[in-house]
């Protein structure tokens, strides 16, 4: 029944009520501009430069997206007394309020981009540092293309909002680094760029201070981890998970494709063998350089995956944006792994 | 206005918005031809053949982009002010960004956009990217003009996509400037074109 038929019989019963609801539904989804000033957005104590302000807690995904080598920061504040609905530990949901920043840094700091869930949705923003570091200013919704000058030399892209939300709308969920998987206190020491700084959220500490509700009680008795095969194993598919999966996984908006390169910790052992069924000897949509299988065990470079890695051609490149440079590490990382899926086969 | 009247209008508001998103789905893919027809959609997306007043479409391969047998051999290099160079077909162009191949848009799940959801139809046309998350989409496509129509548009469009035959036809790779640019007097950049290949 649409809004107008089920609205008409209790206009007439109850005409006051209807129009008053109808009167408070604008207004109570239209949510304030965004600030123009890093500062204004709850990240920093007012009159302080770079100090926290309350409720603010520093965190470290396990499995970081590459960025060109970009160091980075990231943080989360939750609305007083409001906690993370963990009941789906793959799509954990957040209360209204929520904001979570990340600054890039590459020889000074570069922006700070900042999610936020409104009552309308998540939106994206990303602010701007100065040269000189004093102040971060929103940037317009198409970004900054031509990008800000990097110290090393070079320049720096900020991307526009169609771009956040090219991988964060890609999936279920819109916050990519702040999960069960990602905050396990079972660390994978193989993960290529990993940042554990001590004052860091963990999933316990998330727990312990009651941040966190209704997470499946298996995965607090044990800490969350990809169920591989190998060590190697492990961390390519966590790799995979975060640089990759967010866009090819089986529930969004390329779901068509069929390549599921994102792990679920409410499925275990089933995610990972969907990973490699999606991928393993199967014939990719185009072939890119001699490559025509999306993995081929035993031949990184026969494989559409590793070459598209490996590329940064606007045409071949995987991801098709925020990064201009191939990921060396990970690259070695998943090449090992390929040459391992051989070795599996052997009787 | 007395406080019934008031009542209704506001009632009627949201009626007249469901009946507007209710269009029927003939209705629907009749207006997605209207605007693919006179959106220029076949002006690259549909073979030509030449006839006695110039090049006319191909009917029997609407929409179906550059033909797969056709070979396309290194553009001539263009002098003055010309800026790109065209085959018979009118499928294939040539310019600063290489060679770009027109996609075939009948619903052929493996050469078309068969695999394709309405979503991301409308995600690619607003964002230039294929699928709207993939490789940019290139010159002359003006995706930016087509992005500009509304959701219910862009919608139609792809739904009269739906209604063509499927036609077999897999569309060749881009080309990077280096192999297959007609080179320019004037090679700068068109603007929005990505970054040549390296």
New interface residues.
């Given amino acids: 029944m649409g809004l107008a038929q089920s609205a008409a019989p209790m206009a007439r019963r109850h005409p006051f009520i209807v129009v008053a609801v109808m009167a408070l539904i604008p207004a109570a989804g239209v949510s304030k501009p965004l600030p123009e000033h890093l500062r204004d957005t709850g990240l920093y104590t007012p009159g302080t430069r770079d100090e926290l302000a309350s409720g603010v807690l520093p965190f470290s995904p396990q499995y970081p997206l590459w960025s060109d080598g970009a160091e980075k920061r990231r943080w989360i504040r939750l609305p007083p007394g409001m906690r993370i609905d963990a009941r789906d530990p793959d799509r954990w949901m957040f209360p209204v309020g929520t904001r979570l920043w990340k600054e890039f840094t590459l020889g000074r700091r570069l922006e700070t981009r900042m999610l936020e869930r409104t009552r309308e949705g998540w939106r994206f923003a990303t602010y701007v540092w100065t040269d000189d570091g004093t102040d971060a200013v929103l940037a317009p919704p198409e970004g900054v293309p031509e990008g800000v000058p990097v110290p090393s030399g070079g320049r720096w892209s900020i991307p526009g909002t169609a771009d956040c939300r090219a991988c964060h709308e890609a999936q279920p969920n819109p916050v990519l680094g702040f999960s069960a998987l990602q905050l396990s206190g079972d660390r994978d020491p193989g993960a290529p760029h990993a940042h554990d700084g001590d004052a860091d959220l963990h999933l316990q500490n998330l727990l312990e201070r009651g941040l966190v509700r209704g997470l499946p009680a298996s995965l607090v008795d044990t800490a969350p981890r990809i169920a591989s095969r190998s060590a190697d194993e492990r961390a390519a598919l966590g790799y995979l998970h975060a640089n990759c999966g967010i866009c090819h996984n089986r529930q969004g908006p390329l779901s068509g494709l069929g390549l599921d390169l994102l792990q679920s910790l409410a499925e275990g052992p089933v995610s990972v063998d969907r990973t490699r069924s999606s991928a393993l000897a199967v014939r990719a949509l185009r072939p890119v350089g001699g490559a025509e299988m999306r993995l081929e065990p035993g031949k990184p470079d026969h494989s559409v995956l590793f070459r598209r890695m490996s590329a940064r051609d606007p045409l071949d490149q995987m991801p098709p944006l925020g990064t201009e440079k191939p990921d060396r590490e990970a690259l070695a990382l998943v090449e090992r792994w390929i040459h391992s899926l051989a070795d599996r086969r052997t009787p | 206005m007395n406080?019934k009247t008031?009542?209704l209008a506001?009632?009627?508001i949201?009626?007249l918005a469901?009946a507007a998103s209710a269009t029927p789905p003939a209705s629907q893919a009749k207006r997605g031809e209207y605007l693919v027809n006179f959106g220029g959609c076949h002006d690259c997306h549909t073979p030509k053949k030449m006839g006695p007043k110039g090049p006319e479409l191909d009917t029997d391969r609407l929409l179906s982009g550059h033909p797969e047998q056709m070979q396309v051999t290194p553009a001539p290099a263009l002098q003055g002010p010309w800026l790109a160079a065209t085959v018979g077909t009118m499928t294939a162009w040539s310019g600063p960004w290489g060679i770009s191949y027109a996609a075939n848009l009948t619903p052929d799940r493996e050469t078309g956009l068969g695999?394709?959801?309405e979503?991301?139809f409308v995600?690619t046309m607003?964002?230039g990217?294929?699928?709207?998350?993939?490789?940019?989409i290139l010159p002359p496509m003006p995706w930016q003009m087509v992005g500009k129509l509304t959701d219910q548009d862009l919608r139609a469009v792809f739904a009269y996509l739906r209604t063509l035959p499927a036609v077999k036809n897999r569309v060749a790779?881009?080309t990077?400037p280096a192999a297959g640019t007609a080179p320019t007097a004037d090679a700068t950049p068109t603007p929005g074109a990505?970054?040549p290949?390296?």
Avoid at chain 2, 129 to 136: F, L, S
């Fill in positions: 406080f008031t009542l506001a009632l009627s949201p009626c469901l695999a394709w959801t979503q991301n995600d607003r964002t990217r294929h699928m709207g998350r993939g490789r940019p790779q881009p990077p990505p970054a290949a390296t």
